[in-house]
């Protein structure tokens, strides 16, 4: 078997093309694979004019040869080249450029290239894909574009009832997204720059534009920004305001963070030297902490600190969330505002970040009930922070959002992207 035959064989070319040459370029270190068309590719041909699609269609002439990345053969770099026919309506006389199978969405890569680069991109930044295929991030980053607005314009939000919506903090400084998610289906479907309610209003355009509407949002979930609220209120007629319990507990978890480190600015040396230490301790759940974390904890003098009653504060809240009611929730919400305050009144300042906290969640009851009343789940919300610091690192070293929001759509949309699972 000829090694034409070969490669026309792995290629999957059928009877339309066929492989005339191949190659192997010493200086260059590449394979080169020349394909051209047989006879039996225009009885296959119908006018590509919406208003014609007739046959027959007759070679007129062949573009200039182009040149396609394959798979590496060998470990060495192939590439593809073909003058590509252009055909003749004999109707109406329309001229077009024949599409090739083997041809992908970026136009300079085969199918089976993109999608090894695809899977390669949705692990890693696109620098280092790049590094590992031998192309430009640019050249990768034109062809991921391709295949997430071609994937993006056939999303289908038809059945979206329920939403989530947080902010992401795409570079430093204040440069935001807006993240909106289908929270049953756990996908990510829109992104746009800001964090004001005119984000709701984007949102509601894009919802229109892939057969959802926002009178069929019953549900969102979002933080207690004033303008989120608003951005519902205004948009989504229907829509119950649930505040979910990952910005609930971040709430108070920022309370307890602000409460330590004014203890670590103005209390006496002793908790100075412990808290200046130990900040970490404080940010995480008893069971989450290690071995040697647990011991740390056990040394400090948290009985005498505010900082160890607002950590305990923080706990308590938590579990809260245990509860199976709404009636028992509301219960353990209301005690732990009213113990909160008490304490508050005893400590005076050094718990004042804690008391805030305490009257945004009273202020806020309601919403934050919802979570049992309308029985909600925001885990998927309570999980998009690890998947944004993700995406920042895959998207690193650019500016422009759109780079971010394509790439929040492909590792998080679950998009039909070809040959990339999405779970």
């Known amino acids: 078997m000829i090694v034409e035959n070969v490669f026309h064989q792995l ?91 083997w041809e992908g969405e970026g136009k300079h890569f085969t199918k089976e290239f993109e999608v090894f680069a695809l899977t390669l991109m949705r692990e890693m930044p696109v620098s280092k894909a790049g590094e590992i295929v031998g ?59 800001g964090k004001d309610a005119s984000t709701f209003k984007a949102f509601v355009q894009a919802l229109l534009a892939h057969n959802g509407h926002p009178k069929a949002i019953t549900q969102a979930a979002i933080d207690m920004s004033a303008a989120y609220q608003k951005g519902v209120r205004d948009n989504l007629a229907n829509a119950k305001i649930v505040f979910d319990k990952f910005h609930v507990v971040g709430l108070v978890n920022g309370a307890v963070d602000e409460v330590r480190r004014t203890e670590a600015r103005e209390g006496d040396s002793t908790a100075k030297e412990q808290l200046k230490s130990n900040r970490w301790l404080f940010r995480k759940n008893p069971e989450n902490l290690s071995e040697k974390e647990q011991a740390r904890l056990e040394e400090l003098d948290l009985k005498h600190m505010a900082t160890g009653l607002a950590y305990q504060m923080r706990l308590v809240l938590q579990e809260a969330y245990a509860s199976r009611t709404v009636e028992k929730a509301r219960y353990r919400f209301e005690s732990w505002v009213n113990w909160v305050r008490v304490k508050a009144e005893l400590f005076g300042e050094a718990l004042a970040p804690m008391r805030k906290a305490a009257d945004s969640i009273e202020k806020y009851l309601e919403g934050i009930l919802a979570h049992w009343q309308q029985g909600l789940t925001t885990a998927f919300m309570e999980g998009l922070n690890s998947l944004f ?7 690193r070293g650019y500016r422009n959002p759109v780079y971010m929001i394509t790439m929040l759509y492909f590792v998080a949309g679950k998009l039909a992207i070809p040959s990339i699972l999405t779970h």
């Open 389 to 395: 610091s993700a995406t920042k690192r895959k998207a």
């Open 11 to 101: 290629l999957g070319l059928g009877d339309c093309w066929k492989v005339c040459a191949v190659d192997y370029e010493a200086d260059a270190n590449r394979f080169i694979i020349v394909i051209q068309e047989t006879d039996k590719l225009w009885p296959t041909q119908r006018c590509p004019k919406p208003t014609c699609q007739c046959q027959p269609i007759t070679c007129y002439d062949h573009a200039d040869t182009r040149a396609w990345r394959h798979l590496d053969v060998f470990g060495k770099k192939s590439e593809i080249l073909c003058a590509v026919p252009r055909g003749k309506c004999t109707t109406c006389g329309h001229i077009y450029r024949v599409k090739v199978p």
């Open 135 to 193: 192309e430009t991030d640019q050249r990768l980053w034109r062809m991921l574009f391709a295949h997430v607005d071609k994937a993006y314009a056939a999303l289908d939000l038809s059945e979206t009832v329920w939403i989530g919506v947080d902010e992401m903090n795409r570079r430093k400084g204040h440069n935001y997204l807006t993240v909106f998610a289908d929270l049953l289906a756990r996908r990510v479907i829109f992104a746009t720059e």
